[in-house]
């Protein structure tokens, strides 16, 4: 018989305590594993392998289906994002509007390329696939928040943000 090792935690004892109520909040405990990996990725700002190894452990899931979560959904990320997650969606009606033209725009007003952090660790961005906004085309979300038509003027604007 082997005995596994505790895993030494990313997480503070509070966040442990916030892990632990999302297995007690839904009827079945795993009911609850997208929550738990939402407030990872608002925490860290990022899922790692030893966040997600620590998440299987407190949902008693095996790693690879809480990694599989963490990797499916692009509301969770494997870099450390920006304070300010800026997503433009570049799905074809985004496309057809001018997502790309508005992409040369974040990198240059932001200062930093595609999934990548400013020093500051204020801002990142990144193309999504469709927003669900088609009529704000080229889609500009900031912190999973629609914000709605990505300009010239909208992502200037950006640089205003706290």
Known sequence: M???APTKS???PEQET???GWTKRYPHSNLGLVEALRSVQGWHRQITPEAAARVAEVFDLP???VWGVATF?????QWKTGRHRV???HGLSCWLAGSTKMESCLEKTLGVAE???TADGKFSWETMECLGACEQAPALQVNDRL???ATEASVVKLKDLK
């Open 2 to 4: 082997s005995v596994k």
């Open 10 to 12: 990313p997480f503070t």
């Open 18 to 20: 916030t892990l632990a």
């Open 63 to 65: 790693f690879n289906r």
């Open 73 to 77: 959904f692009p509301t969770f990320t």
């Open 87 to 89: 997503g433009l969606c």
């Open 115 to 117: 999934k990548t952090t």
């Open 147 to 149: 914000v709605g038509a």
